[in-house]
């Protein structure tokens, strides 16, 4: 996030003549990405939030090369295996080549030895990047199914987990509430939908409104490419 807005703000000030403060938010950004790339922050969430945060800035060739990085130093490659996940999906729209990235990171996290809670932290983040994939090939019916795994996944390591997995807790149901119905199952549907309204109003930080997909103003496809389920 930190880098993501520190660019754009940089940018402003920029524009509003003020080079100096433009200056040192450049470097303030520039000392960021030093110490996540760091081998410290390497073994950490952090590594893979900045190569999200590249992806979404089309910076793809540095995600690919932090991705790389990764790999070297996390023998588990997991990291790796999920940030070529996301640039298949956004940069080469190649679902089927995301997908494939990301049943290798659950293969990698099964033979880790990173333990139960970084097996917890991971697996969830890799069922869901799968389940938006299989979206955007319309095949509601699989991602459903994917997504369930997400969800009851999440309800298992919810206590014991950071920001962005409390975030994709409610986002997980949701998901799964509707692609059951753009896939015409109305029972898990619904059985989604109560489970979504119990988790929203748990955690009392997630604005749900399904009126426009009921409605069919607006598609699940639209809603994944909007952002609305990214996890920075």
């Given at each position: 996030?930190?880098?993501?807005?520190?660019?754009?703000?940089?940018?402003?000030?920029?524009?509003?003549?003020?080079?100096?403060?433009?200056?040192?938010?450049?470097?303030?950004?520039?000392?960021?990405?030093?110490?996540?790339?760091?081998?410290?922050?390497?073994?950490?969430?952090?590594?893979?939030?900045?190569?999200?945060?590249?992806?979404?800035?089309?910076?793809?060739?540095?995600?690919?090369?932090?991705?790389?990085?990764?790999?070297?130093?996390?023998?588990?490659?997991?990291?790796?295996?999920?940030?070529m996940s996301l640039v298949s999906r956004y940069r080469d729209k190649d679902y089927n080549a995301a997908i494939k990235y990301t049943d290798?990171?659950?293969?990698?996290?099964?033979?880790?030895?990173?333990?139960?809670?970084?097996?917890?932290?991971?697996?969830?983040?890799?069922?869901?990047?799968?389940?938006?994939?299989?979206?955007?090939?319309?095949?509601?019916?699989?991602?459903?199914?994917?997504?369930?795994?997400?969800?009851?996944?999440?309800?298992?390591?919810?206590?014991?987990?950071?920001?962005?997995?409390?975030?994709?807790?409610?986002?997980a149901w949701e998901i799964a509430a509707l692609a059951s119905l753009q896939a015409g199952d109305n029972d898990n549907y619904k059985a989604?939908?109560?489970?979504?309204?119990?988790?929203?109003?748990?955690?009392?930080?997630?604005?749900?409104?399904?009126?426009?997909?009921?409605?069919?103003?607006?598609?699940?496809?639209?809603?994944?490419?909007?952002?609305?389920?990214?996890?920075?």
């Amino acid at each position: 996030m930190f880098v993501k807005y520190g660019k754009a703000y940089a940018n402003i000030l920029k524009h509003l003549g003020k080079d100096k403060e433009a200056k040192n938010a450049d470097k303030a950004v520039v000392d960021m990405e030093k110490a996540v790339e760091s081998s410290q922050f390497m073994k950490s969430l952090a590594g893979y939030m900045l190569a999200d945060t590249y992806v979404k800035l089309g910076e793809y060739e540095k995600a690919e090369t932090l991705a790389k990085d990764l790999y070297e130093i996390n023998s588990e490659a997991t990291d790796y295996y999920l940030i070529m996940s996301l640039v298949s999906r956004y940069r080469d729209k190649d679902y089927n080549a995301a997908i494939k990235y990301t049943d290798q990171g659950v293969k990698a996290l099964e033979e880790s030895s990173g333990g139960e809670a970084f097996v917890m932290r991971y697996s969830p983040v890799l069922t869901m990047q799968k389940g938006l994939n299989l979206i955007m090939m319309d095949k509601y019916d699989e991602a459903v199914d994917v997504i369930n795994d997400c969800c009851y996944a999440l309800s298992e390591s919810y206590i014991d987990s950071y920001s962005a997995m409390i975030s994709m807790y409610p986002q997980a149901w949701e998901i799964a509430a509707l692609a059951s119905l753009q896939a015409g199952d109305n029972d898990n549907y619904k059985a989604m939908e109560e489970n979504l309204k119990k988790t929203v109003k748990d955690t009392k930080q997630y604005d749900v409104d399904l009126d426009n997909l009921k409605s069919g103003k607006t598609t699940l496809k639209n809603l994944v490419e909007s952002g609305r389920y990214d996890l920075i």
